[in-house]
């Protein structure tokens, strides 16, 4: 459809301040391969519906956004359609510190949600580095932080939702309540969606109290085999671990570990830790490994010692390693040292290991979802977006 015959479309329900036409100065981190005709401000869910049936009646593909930290790895380059940000639904509606529970628009960003929690010592687990990511862009995408072993991730959170279907229905999923769920559970198929089954508008998310303490401890040595021993040897110890962390440096490996909890029990578990591993008390430098750098390898923790072990005893594997998040299963590699015969035989190793490896943006190991599992993600999309407007680009329902 021609640029201005669809932003006359818009304009005939939605009031002006919410169209902006000029994409590429509004949206901070989206690349210019991405070429929307307009960008929708919604002010309000009604505003956010009314655009939802527009582009039902008119076949307009819509891109639902927050604040576009990781849109590009979800959805590919597209010219026309619209953009529906979230960006002016950032209210809380109610927050009940009795209840542990707080309903947030979608639009409200993280370090806002915890600014707003800390006052009570309480805290939103899901620690996304991106501190502007939108809760509304995290619940889409199952997002988890560093500490994604003792805190799990954003789905972990949503007690209940609200979302406007691709057919502009406004539906209302799950409640306040812990026990809230008979028959399917929809609040979980909107989480980590990416979009495609609907925009959403609110959460309620379930909140903790902060640590009463948070530790940091290291470990460095030039011994590998120490390291693997350590780590194995740690994974099974009785400790609060929030994270465990580990980089390599020339000849040096660093590892790191993280402890949350109360502040007696933290007390005895870093003596055991020191006397029996010889850990030393952390600096404040955190080690963090990108979950979406250019090559990621995910294990299972009773292999991810192992992986290390084969991926070190590989020709050239020099200085491939870089660093990783043991507890997140994660290992970085220095994706500038690979090369296609290494790749080919890092591929077959993370394989054996039931591991999957991401190189570039596209995973080179084996699927083992089943032929049906793209098949029902699609039939599903077919069922609610009948006419496909909404991401119709999206990378989830690829193949
Ligand atoms: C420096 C940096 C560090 C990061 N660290 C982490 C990290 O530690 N852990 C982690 O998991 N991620 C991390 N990310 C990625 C990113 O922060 C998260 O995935 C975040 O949840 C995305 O939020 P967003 O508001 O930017 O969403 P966007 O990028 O705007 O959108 C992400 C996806 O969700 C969809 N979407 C957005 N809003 C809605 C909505 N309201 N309803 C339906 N669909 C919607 C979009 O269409 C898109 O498919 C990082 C990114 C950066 C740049």
Known sequence: MEKNKLIEIFKTALKEEMLETNVEHNIDLLGSEYKPDLVIYPQSVDDLIKAVRLANEHKIPLYPI???????????????G??????????????????????????????ELQEALAKDNIFYPVEDRFTNATIGGQVAANSYGRKKYMYKSARFYVMGLEFVSPQGELVRVGGRTV???????????????????????KVTLRVRPIPQKRTQLEYITEDFSKVTEVI??????????????????DK???LQLELEGFVESLELQVNNLKDKYGFKDGSKSQIEVNNYSEAIISLPLDTYCQGLKEIEALKDSQGLIYQGNITNGLVEL??????QELVNKITSVVNDLQGTLVYQGQRLT????????IKVLKNLKSVVDPHHILIPQSLVLKE
């Open 179 to 201: 026990k809230n769920v008979s028959g399917y559970d929809v609040s979980q198929l909107l989480t980590g969606s990416w979009g495609v089954l609907g925009i959403i508008t």
């Open 232 to 249: 194995d040897s740690i994974l099974k110890e009785q400790i609060s671990l929030a994270s465990l962390t580990f980089r390599k440096t």
């Open 334 to 339: 220095n994706s500038q040292l690979l090369n």
């Open 66 to 80: 927050g604040s576009s930290s990781k849109f590009k790895s979800a959805v590919a380059p597209f010219t026309g």
């Open 366 to 373: 084996k699927k083992e979802r089943g032929t049906g599992y």
């Open 82 to 111: 619209v953009l529906i940000s979230t960006k002016r639904l950032n209210k809380i509606i109610e927050y009940r510190p009795d209840n542990m529970s707080i309903e947030v628009e979608a639009g409200m960003k993280i370090n």
């Open 252 to 254: 040096k490996y660093l």
